[in-house]
Every structure is written in structure tokens, then in C-alpha cells.
């Protein structure tokens, strides 16, 4: 009877997460911190990292050596595991939703300036019939002068002022920095 006892007590006894489960969650934290490590210092900003996170986050941007880098990811990954890295995960998750709606409105302005320029006025009265508050008038110069420039084989100052125009009709008050579209 004895044994059973003992058998029945380490049954019931509660055990903590296995070896293997310790160590997916660590690896998934190291990999989080790759993540920070990737972002921008106004992104970071907007995370609220704590100090420390914050700090060893900037030191592994500098670091270049391959070991030394890999030894700040641990080390990253090790400050994580003494905070709540779920609100870090949010923030993270919001910012990459952001950078894909940017991506997004990009490739939209982009059709839309590209098609403007190859279609003329059809493509303009078709934006307008989709966006009415934005400026016919403006639309069908920038779009006219674009195509003169075009022709002409001159820098697209036009489409560059139509670019910028259809993205502020399409995301108003939205701050973007200037793109390789514009340029």
C-alpha cells in the first residue's frame, strides 16, 4: 500500500512546463527580439520599451560580429523573459499592420497616378466618381503636364505633385515620408 501512496503523490504533484517548452519560449523571445532589433527609432518609440529593453535594443544595432550579435539577442531575450512580453507583442503586431497599410496605400496611389498618366482624362473622371472632393482641375493639369514631360523625356515634376495629391485625397492628414515613387 505503500507504494501506490507514493506513486498516487508524484501523479498528482503539479509540474511546470517541460525543458522543451521552456526552451520554444526562450527561442521565441530571442526571435522577438530580432524583431526590435529591426525596427526603426520611431517605431521603438512608440513600443514603450522598458529602459534596460530599450538600451540593449540600440547597443545590438551597433554590434556588427556575428557572435557578438547573437549574444545580444540571448541577452535581449533574457530581458524579456523578466517582463510581460505580451503588450511588446501588441505594439509589435500594430506596427507591422501599419508598415502593410502603408504598403498598401502605396501600391494604390501607384496604380492610380500610373493610370491617370496612360489614360488621360478617363482615369481622372473615374478617380473623381470614386473621390469627389478631390480637385478635377488640379488632377487634369498635373496629369496633362505629366505626359508633356514624359514625352519630352524631362524629370516627372508633375506626376510627382499628382503622386503626392492622390495620396493626400486617398489618406488626408496622414503623415508619409517621401518615397521612391515621388522622387
Given amino acids: 500500500m505503500g507504494m501506490d501512496d507514493s506513486d498516487d503523490a508524484l501523479q498528482e504533484a503539479p509540474q511546470g512546463p517541460s525543458k522543451s517548452q521552456l526552451k ?3 527561442a ?3 526571435d522577438l527580439g530580432q524583431e526590435l ?3 526603426s527609432d520611431e517605431q521603438l518609440a512608440r513600443l514603450n520599451l522598458p529602459p534596460e529593453i530599450l538600451e540593449a535594443v ?3 544595432r551597433t554590434i556588427t560580429a556575428h557572435g557578438g550579435l547573437k549574444r545580444q539577442r540571448k541577452f535581449i531575450g533574457k530581458l524579456l523573459r523578466q517582463i510581460d512580453a505580451e503588450p511588446i507583442r501588441l505594439g509589435l503586431a500594430a506596427v507591422r499592420h501599419e508598415g502593410a497599410d502603408a504598403a498598401r496605400l502605396q501600391r494604390e496611389v501607384e496604380r492610380w497616378r500610373d493610370r491617370m498618366l496612360a489614360a488621360g482624362d478617363s ?3 473615374d478617380f473623381i466618381g470614386e473621390h469627389p472632393g478631390a480637385d478635377r482641375q ?3 493639369q498635373w496629369v496633362r503636364d505629366g505626359r508633356r514631360e514624359r514625352e519630352a523625356e524631362q524629370p516627372p515634376h508633375a506626376a510627382r505633385r499628382l503622386f503626392r495629391y492622390i495620396r493626400e485625397v486617398l489618406a488626408p ?3 508619409m515620408p517621401e518615397t521612391d515613387a515621388e522622387r
Avoid: F, P, T, Y
Fill in 24 to 26: 520554444r519560449e526562450s
Fill in 28 to 30: 521565441g523571445l530571442q
Fill in 37 to 39: 532589433l529591426e525596427l
Fill in 58 to 60: 540600440r547597443l545590438g
Fill in 123 to 125: 482615369a481622372v473622371n
Fill in 138 to 140: 488640379k488632377l487634369r
Fill in 173 to 175: 492628414g496622414r503623415d
